[in-house]
T-cell receptor, first 110, second 113 residues
Framework: EDQVTQSPEALRLQEGESSSLNCSYT??????LFWYRQDPGKGPEFLFT???AGEEKEKERLKATLTKKESFLHITAPKPEDSATYLC???????????FGAGTTVTVRA | KAGVTQTPRYLIKTRGQQVTLSCSPI?????VSWYQQTPGQGLQFLFE???????NKGNFPGRFSGRQFSNSRSEMNVSTLELGDSALYLC????????????FGQGTRLTVV
């Protein structure tokens, strides 16, 4: 069974203080690893898809990287509007279901 | 392009009742998946429909069912509601032909009392 572990559970940052979120995964044959952002009471918002080790994707202050066992989401010089829960999910080779981690809740103080 | 639309946004039901939730995917997307999100269990996969056929099912009891129509719209039904069914139910659509990303709706918040 696919397993996804995210750390830390919560992260409190000062505005401008860069940090990284970790997503460790176990899947037999990765089809894709996905990062989502979720605001309270809303559905997850798609951020990135990573397919193979060594791949990197960037969007504004966010950068996602992938190795064979884990992915990192780097937040550079965060702003208060980056406060959200960040979810990591993996997709195996045999179907299209997503297996999610528990998420990292990021709070950025001004 | 309109996003994934879920209706209703909020529902309050009594234990033992049944409920039907609706999802309209992004235009052109033929794959619709359903997820349950709770504080204790996080996001868990319920089932996926593609071209009107259920392709995959998660580890949920038979009280949870779904269907997909020819226009790709999907419904999920929960019968004999239990207090533990209170959750945010999320629908996601994807275009299998162009990629595997799933785009989520805003969800339906179901409260069972």
């Amino acid at each position: 069974e696919d397993q996804v572990t995210q750390s830390p559970e919560a992260l409190r940052l000062q505005e401008g203080e860069s940090s990284s979120l970790n997503c460790s995964y176990t899947v037999s044959g990765l089809r894709g690893l996905f990062w989502y952002r979720q605001d309270p009471g809303k559905g997850p918002e798609f951020l990135f898809t990573l397919y193979s080790a060594g791949e990197e994707k960037e969007k504004e202050r966010l950068k996602a990287t992938l190795t064979k066992k884990e992915s990192f989401l780097h937040i550079t010089a965060p702003k208060p509007e980056d406060s959200a829960t960040y979810l990591c999910a993996v997709q195996g080779p045999h179907d299209y279901k997503l297996s999610f981690g528990a998420g990292t809740t990021v709070t950025v103080r001004a | 392009k309109a996003g994934v639309t879920q209706t209703p946004r909020y529902l309050i039901k009594t234990r033992g009742q049944q409920v039907t939730l609706s999802c309209s995917p992004i235009s052109g997307h033929r794959s619709v998946s359903w997820y349950q999100q709770t504080p204790g269990q996080g996001l868990q996969f319920l089932f996926e429909y593609f071209s009107e056929t259920q392709r995959n099912k998660g580890n949920f009891p038979g009280r949870f069912s779904g269907r997909q129509f020819s226009n790709s719209r999907s419904e999920m039904n929960v019968s004999t509601l239990e207090l533990g069914d209170s959750a945010l139910y999320l629908c996601a659509s994807s275009d299998r032909d162009r990629g595997t990303e799933a785009f989520f709706g805003q969800g339906t918040r179901l409260t069972v009392v």
